[in-house]
């Protein structure tokens, strides 16, 4: 991990002309890297700015979804050919002290359960000595991530960020901490690289649209495999897979239904009942927080017609 300045090779500043916010092979790299070196890429919030630490329900109302995921790059990898692959080693991020999740107005249809909840809301978190503070004493882990990583796709055209690609992208994988790395097949000459959308902690599923989304640097270590080839990114990770990373007492509600989509929504409408019941908090400050730290997991999808998912809970986050 680098640890000073003079470790890594290049820096990249979110300036204007270092950010874009669409996938398009055509973009010119703002820069030119070699296998091995180190990069650090300063990465701007989700919004691109948009919404800041003083950031209120009236700023979430107002927010521009052309300017969403502000994507710093890309950035050429030197001799990188369609058919070979780019491993990327997570070396570092740190984080401004903090972020903050919203439940997105209705009409964007972003979120598990943008119908039901279809009004704006926001907790804005102040991140310090590891955790991240919610209201009544509640603390999530620090364990900074960045959501979007990947490479231009093969096909000509200007496509938006939002979903994730066989090239990579918005894949919100939280495991993706300091010390994994991820590999992507390369789709275009020189690869062109971007990364952002940075989260302080997220659970999976990220259910209201929005993890704990913050401005960061992530500094990463890239390396040029032209003699490896898969079709879809690959991850190595020791975790954490719990937020204290190491086996905790959680609760769990279950969704039973045909379809995994609606199983999720309905682990995750119980899961919010019973936060509501059992911790005296708002629904909308309930579904801030599934989505800040709650794990949906598929427990089986063999037994037709009906498939379980279980939205999970770590007990540890409440104050005792």
Known sequence: MPDSQASVDHQVPDEDPNVHHAWDNTL??????????????????????????????TDVSAIDPELVHALTGPIAIEGAEPGDVLTVEILELEHEGWGYTIVPPGPLKLGLLFEAFDKPAIHVWEIEDGVCHFV????????????VVGVAPAENGVFDTLSPRATGGNVDIKH???GSTIS???AVE????????????QGDGEVSGTGIEAPMSVTCRFELEPDR??????LETDGPFTPTGRDERMIAVTGV??????????????????LVDEYDLTREQAYILC???????INQVVHAPNSVVSAYLSTSIFPE
């Open 229 to 234: 080839t898969i079709e879809r990114p690959h």
């Open 176 to 178: 993706l901490t300091a």
């Open 184 to 186: 992507l097949p390369i």
């Open 28 to 57: 010119e790299p703002i820069l030119t890297v070699k296998s091995g070196d180190v990069v650090r890429f300063d990465c701007r919030d989700a919004t691109g700015g948009q919404l800041g630490p003083d950031a209120t329900v």
């Open 190 to 201: 020189n690869a062109l690289f971007s990364i952002g959308d940075c989260h302080a902690a």
């Open 291 to 297: 989505s800040a730290i709650a794990d949906l997991k």
């Open 257 to 274: 239904e045909s379809d995994l989509y609606d199983a999720a929504e309905a682990a995750t409408c119980g899961l919010i009942d019973r």
């Open 136 to 147: 009544d004493g509640i603390e999530v882990p620090l364990a900074p991530f960045p959501g």
